[in-house]
């Protein structure tokens, strides 16, 4: 990879500087994305609703090219049938991540 960003140059202050150089951009980007909520937002993204209340949005799900099977993967993985689901979300690294229904039989402990 050094070749390519150094257009050939194959010395060992090359590479440093290189190496330097990313370090500080690196750097410089997290802190942006530390400081600024609009910054992360457009750096990280953001979490997006699929579905709600044991139903799948198919339009968000097409738009996003999120297929049926990786929705039940996703179900499967949070041990919850989808009429149990509470809400679901597609996460900026593209996991979905399923929030299950509390028990509305749960007595109150006092």
Not at 24 to 47: C, Q
Not at 80 to 99: P, R, V
Request: charge should be negative.
């Amino acid at each position: 990879m050094s070749n390519g960003l150094s257009g050939g140059d194959d010395s060992v202050s090359g590479g440093l500087i290189i190496a330097a150089t990313l370090i500080v951009l690196n750097a410089g980007i997290g802190m942006l994305a530390a400081n600024s909520h609009r910054m992360e937002s457009l750096l990280d993204g953001d979490s997006l609703l699929i579905g709600r209340d044991g139903v799948f949005f198919d339009k968000v799900l097409r738009r996003n090219r999120v297929g049926e099977s990786d929705v039940r993967q996703a179900l499967r993985q949070a041990d919850c049938a989808q009429h149990e689901m509470q809400c679901a979300f597609l996460e900026a690294d593209g996991s979905i991540t399923i929030m299950k229904r509390p028990l509305a039989t749960d007595p109150v402990r006092t």
